[in-house]
């Protein structure tokens, strides 16, 4: 599997994004998949996965109620709608297909990783 992710870019303060997360092989959508964030000097921080079938969403506490996680299973495709940014979201991310249908926020559980898209926000 392949993961090919998209939509990073500069922001401003209270902006928004949508980065996608493309998949080459339809298995995948039988598999959870998470998006993770890491920031120059930080470890790797989970952000938000989605079960299979997107039934099940998780976020860490500092995004919820601003991103919003979501997937196209005919696409292969997964969202992360990205509002009310902040300049402590400035980070690469990336997303994940986990080894299972639901997801975790442990990054081991995660079988194949897409190279990774920049945001920053900053005014």
């Known amino acids: 599997v392949q993961l090919q992710a998209s939509g990073g870019g500069l922001v401003q303060p209270g902006g928004s994004l949508r980065l996608s997360c493309a998949a080459s092989r339809r298995t995948s959508s039988n598999n959870a998949v998470g998006w993770f964030r890491q920031a120059p000097g930080k470890e790797r921080e989970f952000v938000a996965h989605i079960s299979w079938n997107g039934g099940t969403r998780d976020y860490v506490d500092s995004v919820k109620d601003r991103f919003t996680i979501s997937r196209d299973k005919g696409k292969n495709t997964v969202y992360l709608q990205m509002n009310s940014l902040k300049p402590e979201d400035t980070a690469v991310y990336y997303c994940?297909?986990?080894?299972?249908?639901?997801?975790?926020?442990?990054?081991?559980?995660?079988?194949?990783w897409g190279q990774g898209t920049q945001v920053t926000v900053s005014s």
């Open positions: 994940a297909v986990h080894r299972s249908s639901f997801g975790s926020r442990w990054y081991k559980d995660y079988a194949y």
